[in-house]
């Protein structure tokens, strides 16, 4: 039971455009999100959050926005740069589950020079 | 840099043997996280420890086991390993309050079974 689902496994956008990476999540429950980056090789970075009592958070050329109604939430890059080429997953958490995450099977966002 | 840590980088074995995998958290950090990365798949949470005991246990087989250590370094066991095994092993840790929000990860452990 895949609790937290991002359903587009890759992306290519070019240079300078938006990159819309989504999530969608059952668990009613979640009150936290994060999205997190991840280069080969490398283990994943934090990137940007949300709490479940917000609807949008920006941080730079970031910005997350959560659907509470809908269960989704969706990761905004603008302008898309070569450098944001990477794995991105989103992350969920409840009390119910301490501090541990659920992550999704991650995006893998190609931006094309 | 995270400033997690963990050896070794590479590990290839046979099925049936046992590994070791070790992880030291970020300074100051209490707790420690292990999850499993197969091949195009998200990380699958195993098991979480606060200042050397269990706190939490998620998709862990009971081939493996872990320990956090006074040090607060810990150790990932996985015994009689099988074929399916093979994945990206991360270790992550979070500060020291309970309520922290963000989990800094290490580079991973990439083990093959072979």
């Known amino acids: 039971d895949q609790q937290v689902k991002q359903n587009s496994p890759s992306l290519s956008v070019q240079e300078g455009r938006i990159s819309i990476l989504n999530c969608d999540y059952t668990n009613s429950m979640f009150d936290y999100f994060l999205w997190y980056k991840k280069y080969p090789a490398e283990g994943p970075t934090f990137l940007i959050s949300i709490s479940s009592i917000k609807d949008k958070n920006e941080d730079g050329r970031f910005t997350v926005f959560l659907n509470k109604s809908a269960k989704h939430l969706s990761l905004h890059i603008v302008p898309s740069q070569p450098g944001d080429s990477a794995v991105y997953f989103c992350a969920a958490r409840s009390y119910n589950y301490g501090q541990n995450f659920v992550f999704g099977p991650g995006t893998r966002l190609s931006v094309l020079p | 840099d995270s400033g997690v840590t963990q050896t070794p980088k590479h590990l290839i074995t046979a099925t049936g043997q046992r590994v070791t995998l070790r992880c030291s958290p970020r300074s100051g950090d209490l707790s420690v996280y292990w999850y499993q990365q197969s091949l195009d798949q998200g990380l699958q949470f195993l098991i979480q420890y606060y200042n050397g005991e269990e706190r939490a246990k998620g998709n862990i087989l009971e081939r493996f086991s872990a320990q956090q250590f006074p040090d607060l370094h810990s150790e990932l066991n996985l015994s009689s390993l099988e074929l399916g095994d093979s994945a990206l092993y991360f270790c992550?840790?979070?500060?020291?309050?309970?309520?922290?929000?963000?989990?800094?990860f290490g580079p991973g452990t990439r083990l093959t079974v072979l």
């Open positions: 992550a840790s979070s500060a020291p309050s309970l309520g922290a929000n963000e989990q800094f």
